[in-house]
T-cell receptor
C-alpha cells in the first residue's frame, strides 16, 4: 500500500519568503507528526495531530511556524518569513490512533521521505 | 524535560555483533523505541520496549532497564546493509502534553568487510 508522501521533495527559497510543506499520511492513520532534522542530528519534534486537532505543538520553534490538518488527513506545515536557520529536512510521520492502556500500546510511526528545505 | 544520550559513532566488522547503548532522562516514561535511518532515507521503526527485558526480532534485539534508565540495541550477524544511523527515542504519557516523541542524536554505525 501507499506510504506517507511529502511534497515537494526539495524546496529552495529566499530568506523572508513563505513556504508550505505538505504531508499525505497513510490512509486511516489518525495521528500525524512533524519533525525537523538537521545533518547529523536526530529528528526534532515540532507538532503532533490527533485527528484534526493539534494535540501538542510545543516543538514549534516560534510563531513563524504553523501547521494545519483541517480534515484529519493531509497536513500542511507553514513557515513564514523564512530564515537561513530554518534550512533542514522536514519529516512527516503517521501512525494508527493512540489508545489503550497507557504504556501498553505503541503505535509505530511511518515516516515520509521528507522535504529538504534550503533557505538562501 | 527529556533527553537521550547515545554514542555518536560505532564501527564493527561484517558478521560480528554490535551493541548501541542509550541512556535517557524523562519526566514520564512510557517506552523506548529504536529507528534505523540510511543516508538520505526516512527513519524506519525497528523495535519498542515498554517493559524491562529483551525483545528479539530476527537479527536485532532491544533491551530495556527502567530502573537504570538504560536500553540498548543489539545487532547480530552484521551485514554491510546495516550501515546506517540508529536512533533511540522515548515517548511520554498518552493523551497529555507530554505525548511527543523525543529522539536521540543518533549513532552512526559503519560496517567494515
Amino acid at each position: 500500500g501507499a506510504g506517507v508522501s511529502q511534497t515537494p521533495s526539495n524546496k529552495v527559497t529566499e530568506k523572508g519568503k513563505y513556504v508550505e510543506l505538505r504531508c499525505d499520511p497513510i490512509s486511516g492513520h489518525t495521528a500525524l507528526y512533524w519533525y525537523r532534522q538537521s545533518l547529523g542530528q536526530g529528528p526534532e519534534f515540532l507538532i503532533y495531530f490527533q485527528g484534526t486537532g493539534a494535540a501538542d505543538d510545543s516543538g514549534l520553534p516560534n510563531d513563524r511556524f504553523f501547521a494545519v490538518r483541517p480534515e484529519g488527513s493531509v497536513s500542511t506545515l507553514k513557515i513564514q518569513r523564512t530564515e537561513r536557520g530554518d534550512s533542514a529536512v522536514y519529516l512527516c510521520a503517521s501512525s494508527l490512533t493512540l489508545g489503550g492502556t497507557q504504556g501498553v500500546f505503541y503505535n509505530e510511526q511511518f515516516f515520509g521521505p521528507g522535504t529538504r528545505l534550503t533557505v538562501l | 524535560g527529556q533527553s537521550l544520550e547515545q554514542p555518536s559513532e560505532v564501527t564493527a566488522v561484517e558478521g560480528a555483533i554490535v551493541q548501541i547503548n542509550c541512556t535517557y532522562q524523562t519526566s514520564g516514561f512510557y517506552g523506548l523505541s529504536w529507528y534505523q535511518q540510511h543516508d538520505g532515507g526516512a527513519p524506519t521503526f525497528l523495535s519498542y520496549n515498554a517493559l524491562d527485558g529483551l525483545e528479539e526480532t530476527g537479527r536485532f534485539s532491544s533491551f530495556l532497564s527502567r530502573s537504570d534508565s538504560y536500553g540498548y540495541l543489539l545487532l547480530q550477524e552484521l551485514q554491510m546493509k546495516d550501515s546506517a544511523s540508529y536512533f533511540c527515542a522515548v515517548r511520554g504519557p498518552l493523551y497529555s502534553s507530554a505525548s511527543k516523541i523525543i529522539f536521540g542524536s543518533g549513532t552512526r554505525l559503519s560496517i567494515r568487510p
